[in-house]
């Protein structure tokens, strides 16, 4: 439980940290909150050469109404998210979720950037990430470019991140009147690593659904969309739950565990998860459609 040697470099600004990071190469990595990285360095699942912390770069920090988009700084806590009014105001899937993150303790450390850099496919963020359209701001020693969310996980803790990059910053849509939102997680303990959630945004127009976006946590090595449950809800009445209304939502979440690659753990059997995820579904669009 003691990591392997490295240097460490406190930073102060995003230039000094892209700088570091040309200067070291491929054994550099950066710093955050700590709450993910740390522990695989006690466990020795990583072993950088140095360690870039960017605890003190006030520019990466806040969160920013951009008019179509809000913008989050990457080093924004999980607690600055959530108590955020424009987030909660603009974006309040996003402050759903990430109230629903671990405790308040990982809460005050963790970064809504290290969470998304990190992907780990139980974390609650990327899921609602990949169902808003969220925009990647990444930016290294060459310029800046924009990844959005779609192409960002590539797999179990893979990123399109490239050596040298640093996420600044997320773009989040703002979608605007007749949406509503729901983020619903089935977790062994409270405040513990989802087991399977779903994130859901659903537009309805005169008591018909027009529009969803669904995506799913822990249902496979990446966040997943649910793309046929998207497709199979156009056109639902979600008027009540038992009726021929509430069955057209649950015939659409039926639907959830398609194309999915649920992991088997400790914690839930792949069966179990497919279960879940179909359930968790019906729930979130439920409380989503109002
Ligand atoms: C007990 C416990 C319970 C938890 N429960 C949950 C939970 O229920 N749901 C959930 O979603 N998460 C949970 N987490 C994880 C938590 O959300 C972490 O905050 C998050 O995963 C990592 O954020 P961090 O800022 O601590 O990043 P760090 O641990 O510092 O970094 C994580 C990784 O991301 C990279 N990275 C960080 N920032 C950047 C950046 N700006 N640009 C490029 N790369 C970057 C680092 O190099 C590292 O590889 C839990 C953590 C703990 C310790």
Redesign the pocket.
Known sequence: MIPASFDYVRVSSLDEALETLREQGEEA???????????LLRLRLAYPGTLVD?GRVEE?RGVADRGDHVLIG??TT?YDVVASPVVREHCPLVALATA???DPA?RH???F???L??A?PA???PAVALALDMEFVVRSAAGERVIPAADFFLDYLETA?APG???TGVRVPKLGPGWGFHYEKFHRTAQ???IVGVAAAVRRSGGVVEEARVALTNMGPTPVRATAVEQAVRGAEPGGNGGAAGGALRAAAERADEDTDPPADLHARPDYRRHLARVLTHRALLAAAG
Do not use: C, F, N, Y
């Open positions: 990595k950066v710093l955050a909150g700590g709450q993910s990285l740390l522990p960017l990466l990457a080093m999980h629903t993150v671990a990982v450390r963790g970064t950037g290290g969470s850099a990190h780990d974390g609650d963020l991140l990059e640093i996420l513990a690593w989802a």
